[in-house]
């Protein structure tokens, strides 16, 4: 589990201001994924990439944007921060047998 | 695209009993079911998947079943003891084609079990 990790841990910003959120993996797997968590709601996908420079959208990709320029990074950016981004974001990569979470970045969205 | 239902959103079980989780998918093509516990605070973890070439897998205490006829599946947890307590999220995805891994994991909204000594 060492080989994904994101951070920051946690991060408290202000409405309207541009949050970053970096996901590494260190096995070279090609898929990642962007969750985010909420009470009621399980984990819904947020954005995913089958490889470098692939990408696609998720169940709720409005508000946020993902690059993949190599395979070991999936920063996760919300370009206008806003109250309902406010969750627990985790980050995930997946070899063919098993996806593999991040420990997860809680944000907090005043 | 898949839509995943689990139930019950809670389960509260005595130590040493048995606890079962079930869950229902949509798309017919979906061919890989794994099981996520997540401990409060801490990611996700997979515990037991299933793909759709059997119909049974068991690993000591914990066992997943699928009907793939009637497009559910479900977790048993057998001799559950207080470290079982914890979030259980089931999923589906269309895994494998043609040996190729592709699709994404369809998340259930997840059940809070509860196991009092």
């Known amino acids: 589990d060492a080989g994904i990790t994101q951070s920051p841990r946690y991060k408290i910003t202000e409405t309207g201001r541009q949050v970053t959120l970096m996901c590494h993996q260190t096995?070279?797997?090609?898929?990642m994924f962007w969750y985010r968590q909420d009470l009621g709601h399980g984990l819904r996908l947020i954005y995913y990439?089958?490889?470098?420079?692939?990408?696609d959208k998720g169940e709720v990709p409005d508000g946020y944007v993902v690059s993949r320029s190599k395979t070991e990074n999936f920063p996760l950016t919300l370009e206008s921060a806003t109250r309902s981004q406010t969750s627990v974001y985790f980050c995930?990569?997946?070899?063919?047998?098993?996806?593999?979470f991040g420990p997860g970045t809680r944000l907090t969205v005043l | 695209g898949e839509n995943v239902e689990q139930h019950p959103s809670t389960l509260s079980v005595q130590e040493g009993d048995s606890a079962v989780i079930k869950c229902t998918y949509s798309?017919?093509?979906?061919?890989?079911f794994p099981w996520y516990k997540q401990e409060l605070g801490k990611r996700p973890q997979l515990i037991i998947d299933?793909?759709?070439?059997?119909g049974e897998k068991k690993d000591q205490r914990i066992a997943v079943t699928l009907n793939k006829t009637a497009k559910h599946f479900s977790l048993h947890i057998t001799e559950t003891q207080p470290e079982d307590s914890a979030v259980y999220f089931c999923?589906?995805?269309?895994?494998?084609?043609?040996?190729?891994?592709?699709?994404?994991?369809?998340f259930g909204q997840g059940t809070i079990l509860t196991v009092h000594p």
């Open positions: 995930a990569s997946r070899n063919y047998n098993e996806q593999f």
């Open positions: 096995w070279s797997h090609s898929y």
């Open positions: 990439s089958a490889a470098a420079d692939i990408t």
């Open positions: 798309d017919s093509a979906s061919n890989y």
């Open positions: 299933i793909r759709s070439n059997v």
């Open positions: 999923a589906a995805s269309t895994h494998w084609a043609g040996g190729t891994s592709y699709g994404k994991l369809t």
